[in-house]
């Protein structure tokens, strides 16, 4: 019986799905969009964490995944952000609280930032309540700068303080734009944190078969960047990059990643 069936297991996937650019030629959005839907459609996320998406793009994917509700109820959206975007599945868990907070000194500032920052960048979680099991976890979303190095760390330290106040189960996925040799990796599965690399834990290696930002080209380079982290409350039995393409055309320039967790026993 597949992972993904078993009342105990559920499918997370992060995707970043490169925001919303006129320059983008071939790969613009609007040919792109419904390749999105397809490629999340088939995957069957039961937890869907997406970077980059614009109040548009977003508002796309809200019509077009009638199973799966935003976990966002409070966001003020402003069409000069790319928001990283908690969805999940409807009918599977109940959100008991769900928030969002910016990667900067000053949190609850809209589109502050901090240290070396080139982007304003933020992080969206929920406390979901698993109605299959009756337990409830947080999960969260986020995107770390892609120029800041200074940035990235100081970023990483707030995720990871955050998660250490609020205990219990965690899930937290995303665009770390880092590799997993990284000091922002080192941060986030520090012991006292708590989460263990998805990727890792099933034993897959660390060459450019992990690899996930391809630049639209399907030849993935620089290093793994997007990552799912669970804490020990989950058991990893499986986990995919998703290289589905039509005719050379992909729906991102990021490979989706998924990832199967079970409650552990």
Not at 57 to 68: A, I, K, M, S, T
Request: hydrophobic residues 35%; charged residues 25%.
């Amino acid at each position: 019986m597949s992972p993904r069936t078993l009342p105990a297991c559920f499918r997370v996937m992060t995707f970043n799905l490169r925001f919303e650019n006129d320059r983008d030629g071939d790969h613009a959005w609007s040919l792109r969009k419904d390749f999105v839907v397809e490629v999340v459609k088939a995957c069957k996320p039961a937890i869907l964490g997406t970077q980059e998406g614009t109040p548009g793009q977003l508002d796309f994917l809200r019509e077009h995944l009638p199973d799966y509700t935003m976990a966002a109820p409070d966001r003020p959206f402003d069409p000069t952000c790319q928001y990283p975007t908690l969805f999940y599945e409807t009918g599977r868990f109940h959100r008991a609280d769900s928030g969002e907070f910016w990667l900067s000194h000053t949190p609850p500032v809209h589109r502050s930032k901090s240290w070396d920052s080139a982007f304003p960048r933020m992080m969206g979680y929920g406390l979901l309540e698993d109605r299959e099991v009756g337990k409830t976890f947080y999960v969260s979303v986020t995107h770390l700068d892609h120029l800041g190095a200074e940035a990235r760390v100081g970023q990483a330290r707030m995720i990871a303080e955050w998660i250490r106040a609020h205990p219990g189960p965690h899930i937290l996925m995303g665009d770390f734009n880092q590799p997993p040799d990284s000091r922002v990796h080192e941060i986030l599965t520090d012991p006292r944190i708590g989460l263990l690399d998805t990727w890792q834990v099933l034993g897959k290696g660390q060459g450019p078969e992990g690899w996930t930002h391809h630049d639209f080209h399907g030849v993935p380079h620089k290093f793994r960047m997007d990552w799912i982290l669970a804490g020990r409350s989950f058991d990893v039995v499986r986990a995919e990059i998703v290289r589905d393409h039509k005719d050379g055309v992909y729906p991102s320039d990021h490979f989706p990643y998924w990832a199967d967790l079970c409650w552990a026993s």
